[in-house]
Structures are given as structure tokens and as C-alpha cells.
């Protein structure tokens, strides 16, 4: 308990500003990972070298997924603004087309 009591007390001269000197400081980095220690115990959060690895695991799959749906997006924004540039031009060809009317309101390729 004394080791308790002196990380609380170096704890609250920390947060009200006060400097500590190395060893305090040590000291209290050391009480605090004793503290993270028992609340990840508490919460039952102590995790496995093969937790650890299965979740690095799922991470690196997730990110691949990521990646992989990025270069579709992509691949489809290309594809959509090289539709609409198509779509552009032919909306151009018949307002063209249009303009080239007979007086009859027919195009000329509805004439022939």
C-alpha cells in the first residue's frame, strides 16, 4: 500500500503542476502502468499473444478489404465520367442534329 499511496501523491503534484525529479517521474510511469494493469484485469481485457495475433490478422484483412473496394470505387468513378462525357457528346450531336431540322420538324436522318 505504501507504493500505492506514493503514486497517488506523485499523481496529484503531476496533474497541479508540480515538476517531479526523474525518479519521481519514473515512479510514477511505473504506478500508472501497475493501475492499467489492474483495471485491464478488473475488466477482464488481459488479452493473449494469440488474441493479439488473430486480431492483427483480422486488421490486415479488413485493410485489404478497404483497399480492395477503394480500387472499385475508382474503377467505377472512371467509368461513370467517361459515360458521362460520352453521354455529353451525344447530347451535343443532337442538339446538332436538332438544329439541322427541315421545316417540317423532321431531322434530316428521319427524312431519307
Known sequence: MVIDEL??????????GETLSPEE??????????QDR????????TASAE???????Q?????EQVVTVARQVQKTDE??????????A???QLR????NCDKGGRSAATVA
Open 79 to 88: 467509368e461513370n465520367q467517361a459515360l458521362r462525357r460520352e453521354n455529353a
Open 25 to 34: 517521474q519514473a515512479q510514477l510511469e511505473e504506478w500508472y502502468a501497475a
Open 59 to 63: 486488421i490486415a484483412t479488413a485493410l
Open 38 to 45: 489492474a483495471e485491464a484485469d478488473d475488466l477482464g481485457l
Open 7 to 16: 503514486g497517488k501523491q506523485l499523481h496529484n503534484r503531476a496533474t497541479r
Open 51 to 57: 488474441t493479439v495475433v488473430t486480431l492483427q490478422a
Open 90 to 92: 451525344l447530347c451535343r
Open 96 to 99: 446538332k442534329s436538332c438544329h
